[in-house]
């Protein structure tokens, strides 16, 4: 069965870019102040936006509220925050870091012990802190260079915008079920 690549909807293996003139040279002109801010945007995004959010709705929380389900094939607050660092580990941390990928994707949705909420946060601080520093040191003239994630190949900017809008999405459902749990405004527009 062929790979699917992340960023192709045809789900076929891509072919590697270097390999194609043209691309090399469209490649060899991308703008690296564009990279550079784009980097930086994204490094923001996650430790100075996403973070913040997520934090606050954990403080609203016990650790009951962070580990229930709706339903026993949802995903609890906890299983999104060892879902989540997992990914930012996997994609940033190791896919552009270069640290060993140690990943147990299947492990971050069976969880049912019930972490309590400070172990949880402090894991993922930890990873976004990390990848922080890794989008810091990370050198844009790499950006369209081709690696493989997980079970895909993508380049580094298709990665690094994986795990930014990851991040966001369950972050919102994050956001509806600490809703859902304390029924009020959490006043994130204040965060």
């Not at 660092?85 to 552009?96: P, T």
């Not at 040191?137 to 994986?162: G, M, N, P, Y």
């Amino acid at each position: 069965m062929a790979k699917r690549v992340a960023g192709s909807r045809s789900g076929k293996r891509s072919k590697n870019r270097a390999s194609n003139p043209a691309k090399k040279r469209a490649y060899a002109s991308f703008n690296l102040s564009v990279a550079e801010v784009y980097l930086s945007y994204c490094s923001r995004r996650l430790a100075e936006e996403y973070l913040p959010m997520i934090k606050k709705c954990l403080e609203e929380l016990d650790d009951q509220d962070i580990w229930w389900r709706g339903h026993e094939t949802d995903n609890s607050i906890g299983n999104l925050l060892l879902h989540l660092s997992g990914n930012i580990r996997q994609w940033i941390i190791s896919g552009l870091g270069g640290a060993a990928d140690e990943r147990n994707r299947p492990m971050e949705f069976r969880e049912r012990r019930h972490i309590p909420k400070e172990e949880l946060l402090k894991l993922f601080e930890g990873a976004v802190h990390d990848a922080d520093k890794v989008l810091k040191k990370f050198d844009a003239r790499q950006i369209l260079e081709l690696r493989h994630f997980q079970k895909w190949d993508a380049t580094c900017l298709d990665a690094v915008s994986h795990v930014v809008e990851h991040v966001a999405v369950h972050m919102g459902q994050i956001i509806y079920i600490t809703k859902l749990r304390k029924g009020k405004d959490l006043r994130l527009v204040d965060v």
